[in-house]
C-alpha cells in the first residue's frame, strides 16, 4: 500500500531535549516535505527537498534541523525543543518536481513541556 | 504572504452548493486544493497551474484565474461526506520550486 509513516504518532517531552521524528515514503517520491498545524493557522511549511540531499527553508524552519540521505526518508529534527514547537506535526510527499500533489502522513502530535 | 481563503466558514444542507475562494497578492504557479477531516491527515483534491484551468473531480471542481490571482472550489449537490476544512496551497512564481504556502482553510459543515 502507498503510504507515509511517521513515528512517533504522539511524543509528550521535556524543553531542551533532543527528539527526531521520522518519516517514510514508498511511493519512490522525490519531493519530500515538513508541515506544522496549529489551530487556526493552517498548514505552515518548515522544511522540504527536491530530492536526495536536497534542502531547503519554508516559512517557519527556525528551530528545526532535517536532512535526506536517502529517498524515502524526511526525518525532523529539533536539537533543543521548546514549548512554542508544541504541535501537530505532517510529513508529506509528491512525484512531481514541485510541491504538486502532495500525499501526508498520519501526523505526530508533539507536547514540549 | 500566505493566500487568503474564504469564507472561514460554511454551513450547507445536503445537497446544496458551496463556493471556497482562495486568493493570492503574489503570482502564482500553482494551486492545490486539500481537505481535511477532523483528526486526520489533509486529503489531495486536485491541482490546478498558471495559464487558467478548470478541473472537475465527481462534484467537487475548481478553477483557476490567472487575472485575479484566485482560485475557487465549486461543491455541488454536497454530501455529508463533504464535511472537513478545506485548505488551498500554493506556489509562488518568484520562490524555488517546491516552496508551498497554505491557506488558513475553511470550515464546511453539511447537515441532514
Known amino acids: 500500500e502507498a503510504q507515509v509513516t511517521q513515528n512517533p504518532r504522539y511524543l509528550i517531552t521535556v524543553t531542551g531535549k533532543k527528539l527526531t521524528v521520522t518519516c517514510s515514503q514508498n511511493?519512490?517520491?522525490?519531493?519530500m516535505s515538513w508541515y506544522r498545524q496549529d489551530p487556526g493557522l493552517g498548514l505552515r511549511q518548515i522544511y522540504y527537498?527536491?530530492?536526495?540531499?536536497?534542502?531547503d527553508k519554508g516559512d517557519v524552519p527556525e528551530g528545526y534541523k532535517v536532512s535526506r540521505k536517502e529517498k524515502r526518508n524526511f526525518p525532523l529534527i529539533l536539537e533543543s525543543p521548546s514549548p512554542n514547537q508544541t504541535s501537530l506535526y505532517f510529513c508529506?510527499?509528491?512525484?512531481?518536481?514541485?510541491?504538486?500533489?502532495?500525499?501526508f502522513g498520519p501526523g505526530t502530535r508533539l507536547t514540549v513541556t | 504572504q500566505q493566500p487568503v481563503q474564504s469564507p472561514q466558514a460554511v454551513i450547507l444542507r445536503e445537497g446544496e452548493d458551496a463556493v471556497i475562494n482562495c486568493s493570492s497578492s503574489?503570482?502564482?504557479?500553482?494551486v492545490h486544493w486539500y481537505r481535511q477531516k477532523h483528526g486526520e491527515a489533509p486529503v489531495f483534491l486536485m491541482i490546478?497551474?498558471?495559464?487558467?484551468e478548470q478541473k472537475g473531480h465527481e462534484k467537487i471542481s475548481a478553477s483557476f484565474n490567472e487575472k485575479k490571482q484566485q482560485s475557487s472550489l465549486y461543491l455541488t449537490a454536497s454530501q455529508l461526506s463533504y464535511s472537513g476544512t478545506y485548505f488551498c496551497?500554493?506556489?509562488?512564481?518568484?520562490?524555488?520550486?517546491?516552496?508551498?504556502?497554505f491557506g488558513d482553510g475553511t470550515t464546511l459543515t453539511v447537515k441532514p
Open positions: 508529506a510527499s509528491s512525484s512531481g518536481g514541485r510541491a504538486g500533489e502532495q500525499y
Open positions: 511511493m519512490n517520491h522525490e519531493y
Open positions: 527537498s527536491m530530492n536526495v540531499e536536497v534542502t
Open positions: 503574489k503570482a502564482l504557479y500553482s
Open positions: 490546478l497551474l498558471k495559464g487558467g
Open positions: 496551497g500554493t506556489e509562488f512564481l518568484e520562490t524555488n520550486a517546491g516552496k508551498s504556502t
